[in-house]
T-cell receptor, first 117, second 114 residues
């Protein structure tokens, strides 16, 4: 069975601080994908990034960066110089290559990030 | 943005009444999903569909039924709504349902059962 743990229920920072959202996953499969989604206060779920298990290169997109480490089964998300607009709930998800079935991702419970001005 | 709409966007109903939520997509994707989102639980899968008239249960399917008569529409029905079904419901789609694919979500429906 798969599991995704986002241990940080809520994080509160002041604008311009750097913040890291943790995602730890469990799976026995060697082939899988990891995802991050953002849910701003308006409520929609926005896809941010997808990473496969064979690509451990870190990803940077503007102020966002992702650190994938198979050795620790983690796929952490860092926001540099946070802004109020980054306030949202962030979800991490895992999808594994299971033979013989439909591929339903497992979602973490989310981390609520509050960025104060 | 993926072309996914949900209707209604907000609904208030009374315990015991039937409720149907609709998800409509314009992407011609094969897979469609219904999730519910509750505080402390994240997203939980209710049902999903892998084609017209092909559906399967998710982890929280009790009290819900679904139907898919057309590729573009996936309906979620609460036969007799209960207060525990007060939630935010999200529809999602993916092209072929493979593990590599990203699921794209609709805007959500807020349901309050009094």
């Amino acid at each position: 069975a798969q599991k995704v743990t986002q241990a940080q229920t809520e994080i509160s920072v002041v604008e311009k601080e750097d913040v890291t959202l943790d995602c730890v996953y469990e799976t026995r499969d060697t082939t899988y994908y990891l995802f991050w989604y953002k849910q701003p206060p308006s409520g929609e779920l926005v896809f941010l990034i997808r990473r496969n298990s064979f690509d451990e290169q870190n990803e940077i997109s503007g102020r966002y960066s992702w650190n994938f480490q198979k050795s620790t089964s983690s796929f952490n998300f860092t926001i540099t110089a946070s802004q109020v607009v980054d306030s949202a709930v962030y979800f991490c998800a895992l999808s594994v290559d299971q033979a013989g079935g439909s591929y339903i991702p497992t979602f973490g419970r989310g981390t609520s990030l509050i960025v104060h001005p | 943005d993926a072309g996914i709409t949900q209707s209604p966007r907000h609904k208030v109903t009374e315990t015991g009444t039937p409720v149907t939520l609709r998800c409509h997509q314009t992407e011609n994707h094969r897979y469609m999903y219904w999730y519910r989102q509750d505080p402390g639980h994240g997203l939980r899968l209710i049902h999903y569909s892998y084609g017209v008239k092909d559906t399967d249960k998710g982890e929280v399917s009790d009290g819900y039924s679904v139907s898919r008569s057309k590729t573009e529409d996936f309906l979620l029905t609460l036969e007799s709504a209960t207060s525990s079904q007060t939630s935010v419901y999200f529809c999602a789609i993916s092209e072929s349902g493979t593990y590599e694919e990203t699921q794209y979500f609709g805007p959500g429906t807020r349901l309050l059962v009094l």
